[in-house]
């Protein structure tokens, strides 16, 4: 399948941005291509489209699924199995953020809980003992932000995030 120049430069774009989130070039090509198309595509029209050999496709939709972005689907009178993604942008965000909370930030938390209970942290200098503890009570308050934004309707969050600077009017 040929992609139009728009189409294109998304993928291409995305591609690029899900390096610098330290995600695979090709599992976050594969992602843009399934959400901006909006529609089913199996392994062979990936492959395809997006010139990856057939190997890098099936290891990056593996882990798609494993990350919950893709969902397998059937055609009927198709033995071959199809992918897609949400449609929803916030449904996406939400999975996105989710999964890095778990992956990253909570075992930064428990590590930096686990540090400070160690009785080595007693004898450490008030310098560390100071960054250590305000770098695990930042990370516990936007861990606690996280899940209460999370637990929020859609437009309710968009709403907030909308919000954004002149929140700190309301704050002054």
């Not at 291409?12 to 989130?21: A, N, V």
């Not at 999975?95 to 400070?116: A, G, K, Y």
């Not at 932000?145 to 309707?153: A, G, H, I, P």
Request: with cysteine; hydrophobic share 40%; aromatic share 8%.
């Amino acid at each position: 399948m040929k992609l139009n120049p728009t189409t294109e430069k998304f993928v291409l774009h995305w591609g690029e941005m899900g390096t610098k989130w330290g995600v695979n070039r090709t599992v976050s090509q594969i992602h843009a291509l399934l959400y901006i198309l909006g529609k089913p595509m199996n392994a062979d029209e990936i492959c395809e489209t997006l010139g990856v050999a057939r190997s890098n496709v099936s290891t990056s939709l593996k882990e798609l699924q494993n990350l919950q972005l893709v969902q397998i689907t059937h055609i009927l009178g198709d033995r071959r199995d199809y992918f897609t993604t949400y449609d929803d942008v916030w449904t996406m965000f939400r999975i996105i953020v989710e999964h890095r909370q778990r992956r990253e930030i909570e075992p930064t938390l428990q590590f930096l809980h686990q540090l400070m209970q160690e009785p080595e942290f007693a004898n450490e200098n008030d310098a560390v003992k100071k960054r250590i503890s305000q770098t695990h009570e930042f990370i516990a308050t936007l861990t606690s932000w996280t899940n209460e934004m999370l637990k929020l309707s859609t437009a309710t969050m968009a709403k907030v995030l909308k919000l954004g600077a002149s929140i700190q009017k309301l704050l002054r």
